[in-house]
């Protein structure tokens, strides 16, 4: 069965470091997604990206946060300027359809971010 | 804005119990309504969906979920749960003008065997 795959599973960076976040969608989806999960706490929505570009972002997705897809199988998160608070699970997401589209996301395994 | 509740943050069950976990959404509009579970160390995987016609959707597993519009709910249910169901279950919400899941805090559900 297709999946989508996040590497690294866990990073551990220092406050101020930039990090890149990767994540192989599933290779015939047109829709990716980021959402996060700080310890504790619900799984919120980061940004969803289609036909390369933004297409819908939170509250949280500032400008210390952009995404990627620099090729046809990769599709990144680079968070700018690590804080504490940037500390979280990470989950990378795709879809056939938009999510409004009465379609189903596929989740991957998540990356663990640790910012010390 | 839409939000979702799940009132039992942690569950503890012996094998063959029964099971069931509430899920309340607050949106005045049409929904689309998932439950994701959580597997030690694993991706969510989608349990079960609702998009439109007979509220009462059977899932993976031998899970079900009841949509009742009325009460703006989507509770998941087993008859029988088993020590493997040991994991974290998501209920999640999009509407169709949206393009993000809106997900409930979770529910922590232990299976003694």
């Known amino acids: 069965e297709p999946e989508v795959t996040q590497t690294p599973s866990h990073q551990v960076t220092q406050m101020g470091q930039e990090v890149i976040l990767r994540c192989v969608p599933i290779?015939?989806?047109?829709?990716f997604y980021w959402y996060r999960q700080i310890l504790g706490q619900k799984v919120e929505f980061l940004v969803s990206f289609y036909n390369n570009e933004i297409s819908e972002k939170s509250e949280i997705f500032d400008d210390q946060f952009s995404v990627e897809r620099p090729d046809g199988s990769n599709f990144t998160l680079k968070i700018r300027s690590t804080k504490l608070e940037d500390s979280a699970m990470y989950f990378c997401?795709?879809?056939?359809?938009?999510?409004?589209?009465?379609?189903?996301?596929?989740f991957g395994q998540g990356t663990r971010l640790t910012v010390v | 804005a839409q939000s979702v509740s799940q009132h039992n943050h942690h569950v503890i069950l012996s094998e063959a119990a029964s099971l069931e976990l509430g899920c309340n959404y607050s949106?005045?509009?049409?929904?689309?309504l998932f439950w994701y579970v959580q597997y030690p160390g694993q991706h969510l995987q989608l349990l079960l969906k609702?998009?439109?016609?007979?509220?009462l959707v059977k899932g993976i597993k031998g899970f079900e979920a009841e949509f009742i519009k009325s009460k703006f709910s989507f509770n998941l249910r087993k008859p029988s749960v088993q020590w493997s169901d040991t994991a974290e279950y998501f209920c999640a919400v999009t509407n169709n003008a949206g393009n993000m899941l809106t997900f409930g805090g979770g529910t922590r559900l232990m299976v003694k065997p």
């Open positions: 609702y998009f439109s016609g007979d509220p």
């Open positions: 290779s015939n989806h047109l829709y």
């Open positions: 997401a795709s879809s056939s359809l938009g999510q409004g589209r009465n379609t189903e996301a596929f």
């Open positions: 949106y005045g509009g049409t929904v689309n």
